[in-house]
């Protein structure tokens, strides 16, 4: 049996995200952040699917990789809630590839 990709519709606060088609819609300047966890590159991006918007966390070689207007596929990442809104990111372990722009149905 075929696994369903998921939807907007589906997310979830603080829960995994597998396979989440989404269309760049924009990409916000680029910062340099320091954490315990993670220093490098980061931007904050806005998405959408047909079934609503959603946030997007772009960190390391995808800043610079992912544009507007491209389409992305989000594997093994996460889902988050900040300031009301759901964020979805790659996390440690997930990753966006660069998909063919998705077809109106």
């Given at each position: 049996m075929a696994r369903r990709k998921m939807t907007t519709a589906n997310l979830e606060h603080d829960r995994p995200v597998v396979d989440l088609d989404l269309i760049v819609l924009r990409r916000y300047?680029?910062?340099h952040v320091?954490?315990?966890k993670y220093t490098?590159?980061?931007a904050a991006a806005c998405a959408r699917d047909r079934d609503g918007v959603v946030g997007l966390l772009l960190w390391g070689d995808d800043v610079e990789r992912i544009r507007s207007g491209q389409a992305v596929r989000?594997?093994?990442g996460w889902c988050r809630a900040r300031d009301g809104a759901?964020?979805?990111s790659?996390?440690?372990h997930g990753r966006l590839r660069l998909m063919e722009p998705l077809q109106s149905r």
């Open positions: 300047p680029t910062r320091v954490g315990r490098g590159p980061m989000l594997e093994r759901l964020v979805v790659t996390g440690r």
